[in-house]
């Protein structure tokens, strides 16, 4: 395993910030019955005592995977669904919120399900010979939260089994997610293999012509197999913000599992 990390903080208009990149080529299913809900509102629950209101962002939000993170304090799970979202405080009660990011799909041949192109990224193009498609990835999922905000204190990770944060996650090729917050930052960063950076130019892979300085990769090239990411130093409490969540193929052949955003 290698790793790169660059800790730039971007400031640019119009760009979200953020994420997330890696690449595995295994499959699993973390399917369960859980409740949902419309909105956090409809849960009623004990005031959290907890009045921290950090609303600064880490520099580094780097962790190794599964590094700090247990879902241990959650007695019951909720579902959010929508794009606007204000999560509560962290309670005695112990109910924990995730919100499905990605569904997980079998391996198969790059585009073979009619995936769209993402036009405005440039990654490394694997076994793809069209000059003028070639660098854009496929989009295997996305997600869009319009308005994110939690009301206190809450750990955030992503993983590919809101219960289990040491269930393995993983795709092919990488995990993107651009961020732009209430009082005008934004950030890329990245998680996952080198072999998903272009090989020419500035060999960092680019959203809107702006490059993704925060990659940390997880293996050199092939495949890698990651736990619950901890994404808590992104996402402080009493900070609004937009944020856009992509997993992204680079060519060759696709598979990625389940992902979840999880407020824990």
Known sequence: MTRKNVNVLLVF?????????FQNCGSKNFSMKTSTIQ???????????????????????????????SFSGCKSFQEL?????TVP???SAG??????????????ASGSRGEVIAPDVIARAHTRTDEATKNHPYVLGEYTIDSLKLLGMRNVALSSSFTDP??????????????????????????????????????????????????????????????????????????GMKLRFRGLDCG?????SDVFLVFH
């Not at 669904?81 to 979202?85: E, I």
């Not at 651009?178 to 950076?197: C, F, I, K, N, P």
């Open 39 to 69: 909105s956090v509102d409809d849960v009623v629950d004990e005031t959290d005592t907890d009045t921290d209101t950090d609303t600064d962002i880490d520099d580094d939000i780097y962790t190794e995977p599964g590094t700090d993170v």
């Open 166 to 239: 040491q269930a393995s996650m993983y795709i092919d090729n990488f995990f993107l997610l651009e961020q732009h917050t209430s009082v005008g930052t934004d950030r890329l960063w990245a998680y996952g293999t080198v072999d998903a950076e272009p090989d020419d130019g500035n060999k960092k892979i680019m959203v809107n012509n702006v490059s993704v300085q925060d990659f940390y990769p997880f293996a050199v090239d092939g495949t890698a197999t990651v736990t619950a990411i901890d994404l808590t130093g992104a996402i402080p409490a009493n900070l």
């Open 95 to 108: 109910v924990c919120f995730y919100l499905r990011l990605m569904t997980a799909r079998g391996a198969d």
């Open 81 to 85: 669904s929508g794009n606007v979202l």
């Open 252 to 256: 060759g052949s696709a598979t990625a």
């Open 89 to 91: 405080a962290r309670t």
């Open 13 to 21: 208009m119009g760009v979200f910030v953020g994420l997330v990149a």
